[in-house]
């Protein structure tokens, strides 16, 4: 319920900036806003939109919208939906992609992305984060995030002598395990654009 | 002498990859150039030479049967002023899109794009933007069009064929993906495609439209409906 009426007063604050809106273009971005409201409301969304914030808060893995085990299933269904879901990220087999449309929306790409590169990166900025379990194998750590009736969005475990990411998504019913080496493709970009730059 | 109308179609073309394309300007190919139908449709499926494929413009047509035929015309029954530059501040929709002909890894520059784009500070009208979040979802944004505008340029890298028989074959059965501008290059010679009313396509060789009278733009190319 309380969603709800803070959106309601979300919405009530920026109806009262938009009277005082400097230009008609300021007054449509307010009204932009409180229609963004509106549409998780009128679409029933309300709960996720919760959700999702304290995932954001709490520094969850980047948000998915679905999970794929395989590209071709992902292919059918980015196909299948009425308009692109542009810009929204998908796991296939558990590594993170993003669509991207093209200029018609009649090509729908998914694009590998570096989202859990970058999600690791800056988890690791200051350090490496303490580990809550530990397991010989891959499998074995697989069995004990499954079997967590209220995972948290993520916990950081160790899987032999490597940390990986481990990964709850509510929204999708969805779990994960990411190794912490994925940053190295973030790195591997990194360097060859500094390479690049520094040949020119 | 016959115009043929090229209609509203507007090509604007790349002299880049044309520049070995201006054979000499010899004789009419030995085949049979006379007219048949409205379109004046040289007959049969024979080619010029190779040395002055330059000279010719290739018509493929589809018969009321449902059937392909292609004929090479001489340039000279072609109304090239029919192809202008448009300026460029009417350039509508459309890209400037560099006609050479490199492969390149759209996903590579994407992901350095996007890694560009989060080691540098964000200027002050982002500053609503804190977390590294919104920052990533900020760059994949702004690298978005890039990404797309290398991706269309990959599917307008020329095709390349080095004999007109495979080119035209390829042509007939691609027919529905080509896109007007797009350049294919037969036996060296850079063909830009149209799709002149009542026809169903033509290639109109590169270096007859960068003639010096257009040639305002070298090295690149831009296409407009």
Redesign the interface.
């Known amino acids: 319920m309380k969603i709800f009426d803070r959106m309601l007063e979300a919405q009530e604050l920026l109806g009262k900036s938009r009277e005082h809106a400097r230009s008609p273009e300021e007054k449509e971005l307010f009204l932009l806003a409180i229609d963004a409201l509106w549409f998780v409301w009128r679409n029933g969304q309300s709960y996720e939109f919760e959700r999702y914030r304290r995932d954001?808060e709490s520094?969850a893995p980047?948000w998915v919208i679905a999970s794929f085990n395989t590209r071709d299933e992902a292919e059918v269904w980015v196909r299948e939906r009425p308009t692109s879901p542009?810009?929204a990220l998908v796991l296939i087999a558990d590594e993170y992609h993003?669509v991207?449309s093209?200029?018609d929306e009649q090509?729908r790409?998914l694009?590998?992305?570096?989202?859990i590169a970058?999600?690791i990166e800056?988890m690791t900025r200051n350090g490496l984060p303490p580990v809550v379990a530990t397991f010989n194998t891959r499998d074995e750590a697989k069995a004990w995030w499954s079997g967590q009736a209220e995972p948290p969005p993520q916990a950081v475990i160790q899987i032999g002598s490597e940390r990986y990411l481990a990964a709850f998504y509510e929204n999708i019913h969805h779990r994960a395990l990411f190794p912490f080496s994925a940053v190295e493709r973030?790195h591997a970009?990194?360097r060859?654009?500094e390479q690049?730059e520094a040949g020119e | 002498m016959r115009i043929v109308n090229l209609g509203a179609v507007v090509v604007l073309l790349g002299v880049l990859i044309s520049g070995c394309a201006s054979g000499p300007a010899g004789q009419g190919p030995a085949h049979d150039v006379s007219t048949r139908g409205s379109m004046g449709m040289a007959g049969g499926g024979s080619s010029p030479a190779v040395e002055e494929l330059d000279q010719y413009v290739l018509v493929i047509q589809e018969t009321p049967g449902g059937h392909l035929t292609h004929s090479w015309r001489p340039i000279a029954e072609f109304d090239l002023s029919q192809f202008r530059f448009q300026p460029r501040a009417e350039r509508s929709y459309g890209r400037i899109v560099l006609a050479a002909a490199h492969a390149r890894d759209c996903h590579a520059e994407l992901d350095a794009c996007i890694d560009n784009c989060l080691s540098q500070p964000l200027s002050e009208d982002y500053s609503h933007i804190t977390s590294y979040r919104a920052k990533s979802a900020h760059c994949r944004k702004g690298c978005w069009q890039p990404y797309r505008d290398c991706e269309e340029l990959q599917r307008r890298r020329p095709q390349e064929f080095s004999a007109t028989n495979q080119a035209i074959d390829w042509l007939k059965r691609n027919r529905d993906g080509l896109l007007v501008g797009s350049t294919v290059v037969i036996a060296g010679v850079a063909f830009v495609v149209a799709f002149p009313p009542g026809v169903l396509i033509v290639l109109i060789p590169a270096a007859a439209l960068a003639s010096s009278e257009f040639d305002g733009e070298p090295r690149f190319t831009a296409v407009a409906q």
């Open positions: 954001d520094n980047p542009d810009l993003v991207l093209s200029r090509r790409a694009v590998p992305d570096l989202a970058i999600h800056e973030l970009v990194r060859r654009r690049k």
